[in-house]
């Protein structure tokens, strides 16, 4: 316990040893200039003539956003399907073919250690390059359209799906595994009745929650071309129509809190 | 408790006349019928709407192999300039938003905590929370590059913007499951709103507040490499340049790029976690 004395001989407790003391200052130093540096990069790439003038551009921003123009919801619904369908598609996909990629993941489940590695490979690769980056490489190779953004959600949900299943299978309790390999089951007998279902309620609730993130993430995917509300969203800017973008705001808030709350409901039902 | 014994004894003997049936994920089988029907109905519908131009995905196989060809032969020199300024815009940003928006994120957090926080400043936080959490980070950044300009800034404001919503939610449920009988023995002693915040919630939720932020430190870098887009500056709108030009090799460097510096983040945050718990 770091102690100092004081002029009269008497212990005085202290948090931390001297050096500690010394390496924490130096850590928040070290921290502060950090970011003080970044500030200092950001700001000499920044236009501040711009930035003065933030505030009467948002005023103005919001002030075109007024009223909303509600009659452009009806030229919304079937974006907003398709929107839908991007995401539910791509995360039935995407957990497909997550699914084997877990196992062959997992340190308790994997055939071989170099297997292990590759699919690690696979899922952080999936995990690491956002949605809207798959989409744009994806809109190159397919085309604009609903596709490219379903194949992108799809690729994208196999890093997380994965990831967290993987997870989940190694922490499985070992005990019905071993008994259902004393039967004398063959390895794929032992997946089916000593792993799967343990692992189920885990998978079903990395699924939804997956879902979840996609119905969000996919309603920017028309943003780079892939389909769904973001054409409309893009069509919009572009156009200045600042009143039907209020409108495609409004409709993507409710979307995304209505899944997000079904996705709570689910996982709370499951868990 | 005696139906589920019998169910017990029915199974036991059906399994006894060697017809033993794992027990299904869903218990009620009129909801277990219903979801594969609705689930059915629902794929046909979907499946149907989706349409796709096959002559056109045929053409871009061919842009499929040249990217291929690209991911085995990256060429990081001859964009290296460009590469390199995108690169260091988009960890600037990262590291400013992350320490701006956790900084922000916890008087929110505070705030949408339900024990500790008057039922206004509640709704107040709450509705902070679903705005930012709802909008994806590109439809943010939107906004805010009409506001303040083409820029780094405007991607920093997007993520901390980001930030709050993420950090502050998970804060505030972590609050929300604290062991309270600190706080009281803290409050008995007489303590002030800021002692009994600094000496009761902040020891208990710092390691998880810390963990997460390295958390989101990486969401953030793989964000701000989509901003870039939208024209909130970072190595976005740098991938993007070298995509619609067709210059696969470079477009594949960068994405190799990100790939490295996302390991990297995950690694040393894992470290760090495993230190402060």
């Known amino acids: ?271 | 408790m005696s139906e589920p014994m019998d169910v017990l004894t029915a199974r036991q003997q059906a399994a006894q006349r060697g017809q033993w049936r794992r027990l299904p994920l869903i218990d009620s089988p009129r909801l277990r019928w219903g979801i594969v029907v609705a689930v059915v109905v629902y794929l046909i519908l979907a499946l149907a709407s989706v349409e796709v131009d096959w002559e056109r995905v045929a053409e871009g196989a061919g842009r499929a192999l040249n990217f291929l060809g690209a991911f085995m032969q990256p060429d990081f020199i001859s964009r290296y300039d460009d590469i390199l300024e995108g690169l260091l815009e988009s960890l600037t940003m990262t590291l400013t938003s992350t320490v701006l928006g956790v900084l922000l994120a916890i008087p929110v957090g505070l705030g949408a905590a339900r024990n500790i926080s008057p039922l206004p400043v509640y709704f107040v936080c709450r509705a902070i929370i679903a705005v930012s959490r709802t909008f994806q980070e590109v439809i943010i950044a939107i906004l805010f590059v009409v506001m303040f300009g083409f820029g780094p800034l405007a991607g920093m404001i997007t993520l901390a913007f980001a930030t709050i919503g993420f950090m502050a939610k998970l804060l505030a449920e972590d609050i929300e499951d604290l062991d309270w009988r600190q706080v009281e023995a803290v409050r008995a002693t007489g303590a002030s709103w800021g002692q009994t915040m600094n000496h009761a919630i902040q020891p208990q939720v710092m390691p998880r507040l810390i963990g997460l932020s390295m958390y989101r430190l990486d969401i953030n870098f793989r964000e701000s490499s989509v901003i870039g887009i939208v024209g909130a500056g970072g190595i976005g709108a740098t991938l993007d340049t070298s995509l619609s030009r067709y210059e696969y090799d470079t477009s594949a460097a960068i994405l190799l790029i990100i790939i490295a510096i996302v390991l990297l983040c995950e690694y040393s945050s894992s470290h760090v976690r495993r230190w402060t718990q």
């Not at chain 1, 948002?58 to 995401?87: F, H, Q």
């Not at chain 1, 957990?95 to 170099?114: D, K, S, Y």
């Not at chain 1, 949605?131 to 397919?142: G, H, N």
């Not at chain 1, 209020?246 to 709370?268: P, Y």
């Open chain 1, 1 to 271: 316990m770091p102690v100092s004395t004081t002029s009269q001989g008497l212990p005085v407790w202290r948090r931390r040893t001297t050096r500690a003391q010394w390496l924490q200052y130096l850590a928040w130093l070290m921290g502060v200039s950090l970011f003080l540096i970044c500030w200092k990069m950001i700001s000499d790439n920044t236009m501040w003539v711009f930035v003065e003038d933030a505030g009467r551009q948002g005023a103005d921003l919001i002030s075109r956003k007024m009223p909303p123009e509600w009659g452009y919801a009806n030229v919304l619904w079937k974006p907003m399907w398709d929107t839908l369908n991007i995401a539910t598609l791509g995360t039935l996909l995407g957990i497909i073919m997550a699914f084997p990629i877990a196992f062959l993941a997992a340190r308790n489940t994997t055939p071989h250690p170099l297997v292990r590695s590759i699919a690690l490979m696979v899922i952080v690769s999936s995990r690491s390059i956002n949605s809207l980056i798959w989409a744009m490489l994806l809109v190159t190779i397919l085309g604009p359209g609903v596709l490219a953004g379903i194949i992108a959600i799809a690729l994208r949900s196999i890093g997380f799906v994965g990831k967290l299943l993987y997870e989940s299978i190694e922490e499985i309790h070992p005990t019905p595994v071993e008994a259902i390999s004393a039967t004398g089951a063959s390895r794929l007998q032992v997946m089916n009745y000593g792993v799967l279902p343990q692992i189920m309620p885990a998978f079903a609730g990395i699924s939804v929650y997956r879902w979840d993130i996609n119905i969000r993430e996919s309603t920017v995917l028309g943003l780079v071309g892939a389909g769904g509300i973001g054409l409309q969203l893009n069509a919009s800017i572009n156009s200045l129509a600042w009143d039907q973008v209020s409108v495609i705001f409004v409709m993507i808030f409710v979307t995304v809190l209505v899944s997000e709350w079904i996705s709570a409901r689910v996982r709370h039902a499951i868990m």
